[in-house]
């Protein structure tokens, strides 16, 4: 599907986010990187590290090299709470489909 690169072309960050999300729940690793950087910046979305990390996470676990380097970058702002919480929401993730 890869729409992470027409997707900020024709459309608001907003449309983006919402269109990554339903291509990252479908499994394209590349989708799920670019939610992971949404999640980060506060594009189209509160700023939320855990759900990044999240994100970042699971793209690095279907092959995205740079969802692991960007999830450790993430994980320096975060608290070893929010760490916890953000691998545990992984796994959820992954176990039910990946709908977050």
């Known amino acids: ?4 690169r027409l997707a900020n072309l024709y459309i608001s960050d907003k449309e ?3 269109q990554y999300t339903l291509a990252a729940e479908q499994g394209y690793a590349l989708d799920q990187y670019a939610l992971g ?3 980060s910046s506060g594009n189209a979305a509160i ?3 855990k759900r990044a ?3 970042y996470d699971i793209s690095a676990s ?9 999830k450790e970058i993430i994980a320096k702002k ?4 929010q ?3 953000a691998q545990e929401m992984s796994i959820k993730c992954l176990r039910n489909g990946y709908a977050d």
């Open 62 to 70: 279907n092959g995205v090299a740079k969802g692991s380097q960007h």
């Open 83 to 85: 760490i916890t919480k």
């Open 1 to 4: 599907m890869c729409i992470h």
């Open 16 to 18: 983006a986010a919402k």
């Open 47 to 49: 700023r939320d590290y």
């Open 53 to 55: 990390y999240m994100w």
């Open 78 to 81: 975060m608290t070893p709470a």
């Open 37 to 39: 950087f949404m999640y």
